[in-house]
């Protein structure tokens, strides 16, 4: 009998327990998900709760009625240390996890694991920008439900007070130097201008997009280049076409800093400190690792063998550290299993990529300012079941060989970025690359299968994003045939 | 947009290109984007299957 332990119910984590429970036979094998909540949200639709067109129920459903019915065993809790070697009194493998639910909050307890998959996401680092806290005074977010939907109510006090004719400052973007996730940002920031010019609400508002990105359109990916109307033409132009055509200002390579009620402060890679009033903010804080900690069968603190600084997981990665020029698809995972303990994978968020994307880039006072590399729901969603996928094939073969392999320097990603709602009015920009990381080597033009490469905005793209909403929430609720519908 | 190109002159934002109204158009007509979005699907799907191993 195996014993899996999945941490995390997102997309990464979620996907993975799917798939497990699906290959595997549930009478002989034990499948546990370990999470803090209960529910699984579709973290993209947030955007729309941010903007009071979707309310959170619409965006998620609890998980225990499913894990009964597939045969999994859920756990409300956070996994805090891990013990990869067990200690004296346990042989195996485990995991010390605090539980999260009203009965037993606070308790603590070990899980031991033959596989283990990390799929625990980022750690929303708020705490890395002084006064980024979001629900706090004028600073909104939209990363969870909980706060999207704070973040609808203090955008209905800002349109309130602009039908009263008063004027207001919105401004959305990244909220650490090296903060990632831009397309999150930047599909809240059009929506946001939707909204407003929907209500007659224009004059009233400026809008501001703030950002560490070196030139719009980066996104954490380095941009791309995409070929429309006889040109091939970089992200950048993609992105400031946008803007210019919504009167949407922008602040390029900001290094957010510290915030107050009213006041960004930020610094720029040209080295100075400047400061942007507010009415508005909605700012992605900087991504982390939990802090986990990790233990060998001594007691010995091993969290560095585990865990890279940043605090994300180590895995099949090449982490030697190198010049920006001599970076290679090859420095990216394929497996998302850990070098020293190989019963332990980390899809998804949670696993520490190599390095960046986009070019480290660093101001005249030493501060690094630049975007950190993004990981997207469809790459989060099939690391996931790539992790199944060899797991099972390790416990259905006994060859611990990973034969199914995944990395973002091979696999495309698609994103659909919406721009204002509506199935008459609506809009989004529908874009795909193919790798998500640039391989120079294959395609020494673009980076990127310019064939496959593109950006279209329009009112089909809503229509996909509409789509794709009901589509992935009916898969993550196993509904009939839900493996049908790719990640 | 006149008043834009004024006030926004030599900024960042007077330079990239402003789609005219026949992109907007085309951008919004119903029977245009539901061709689009098939072929979108279509695009979409090509990618999908590739990344899968
Ligand atoms: C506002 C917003 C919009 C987005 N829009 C898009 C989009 O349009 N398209 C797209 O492709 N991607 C989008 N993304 C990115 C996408 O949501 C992420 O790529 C994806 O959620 C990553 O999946 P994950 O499983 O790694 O992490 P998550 O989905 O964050 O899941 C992490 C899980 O781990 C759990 N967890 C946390 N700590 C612990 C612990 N200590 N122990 C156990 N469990 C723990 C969490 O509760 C959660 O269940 C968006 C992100 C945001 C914030």
Excluded at chain 1, 200 to 224: C, H, P, R, S
């Amino acid at each position: 009998m195996a014993n899996i332990v999945v941490l995390g119910a997102g997309v990464a984590g979620h996907t993975a327990a799917a798939y497990l429970q699906k290959g595997l036979n549930k009478k002989e094998h034990k499948i546990t998900v370990i999470s803090p909540t209960p529910t699984y949200q579709w973290i993209p639709s947030n955007i729309w709760v941010g903007v009071g067109r979707m309310t959170p129920e619409e965006i998620k459903f609890d998980l225990r009625p499913l894990y009964n019915k597939w045969g999994i065993e859920f756990i409300q809790a956070k996994a805090q240390s891990f013990y990869p070697e067990g200690d004296e009194h346990i042989n195996t493998g485990f995991v010390e996890v605090e539980y999260t639910n009203e009965e037993n909050k606070g308790e603590k307890i070990k899980i031991a694991y033959d596989y283990l998959i990390n799929a625990t996401g980022p750690k929303l680092n708020f705490e890395a920008t002084e006064g980024l806290i979001p629900g706090n005074g004028n600073i909104a977010s939209v990363c969870t439900f909980g706060h999207a939907s704070h973040a609808w109510e203090l955008f209905q006090e800002k349109l309130d007070k602009m039908k009263n004719g008063e004027n207001q400052i919105f401004v959305i973007g990244t909220g650490h130097p090296t903060a990632t996730c831009q397309g999150a940002a930047f599909e809240y920031i059009l929506n946001v201008d939707f909204e407003i010019k929907r209500r007659g609400l224009e004059k009233q508002a400026q809008v501001i997009w703030i950002t560490n990105e070196y030139e719009l359109g980066d996104f954490g990916m380095g941009g791309a280049f995409i070929p429309k109307g006889g040109f091939i033409s970089n992200t950048k132009l993609f992105a400031e076409s946008y803007f210019v055509e919504r009167n949407i200002t922008w602040i390029k390579r900001a290094g957010v800093k510290k915030l107050d009620d009213h006041t960004i402060y930020y610094e720029n890679l040209d080295g100075e400190y400047l400061e942007q009033p507010y009415d508005f903010a909605m700012l992605i804080p900087g991504f982390a690792g939990h802090g986990f900690k990790a233990y060998d069968k001594t007691g010995k603190d091993i969290s560095d063998k585990l865990f890279a600084p940043n605090g994300l997981m180590k895995v099949d990665a090449d982490y030697t550290p190198k010049p920006f020029e001599e970076w290679t698809i090859k420095d990216w995972p394929e497996t998302y299993q850990n070098p020293s303990y190989h019963n332990i994978f980390a899809p998804g968020i949670a696993f520490a990529p190599p390095h960046s994307i986009s070019k480290p880039m660093t101001s005249k006072n030493g501060t690094p300012i630049f975007a950190s590399a993004p990981r997207t729901g469809m790459p989060s969603g099939i690391m996931g079941k790539v992790t199944a996928d060899n797991i099972i094939n390790w416990i259905k073969t006994g060859n611990a060989t990973m034969i199914h392999k995944a990395s973002m320097g091979r696999m495309g990603a698609a994103c659909i970025v919406s721009a204002g709602y509506g199935m008459r009015k609506g809009t989004a920009a529908t874009m795909t690359v193919s790798p998500v990381v640039p391989d120079w080597e294959k395609f020494p033009q673009w980076g990127r299968d310019i064939k496959t490469t593109m950006g279209e905005p329009g009112l089909a793209g809503h229509w996909l994003k509409w789509l794709m909403h009901y589509m992935f929430l009916y898969k993550a609720k196993g509904l009939p045939f839900w493996w049908m519908i790719p990640e | 947009m006149e008043n834009r190109l004024i006030i926004t002159k030599y900024s960042e934002q007077y330079y990239p290109p402003t789609p005219n109204n026949f992109t907007l158009f085309l951008r919004r007509s119903i029977f245009f984007q539901l061709i689009r979005f098939f072929i979108l699907n279509y695009k979409i799907m090509k990618i999908v299957i590739k990344g899968h191993s």
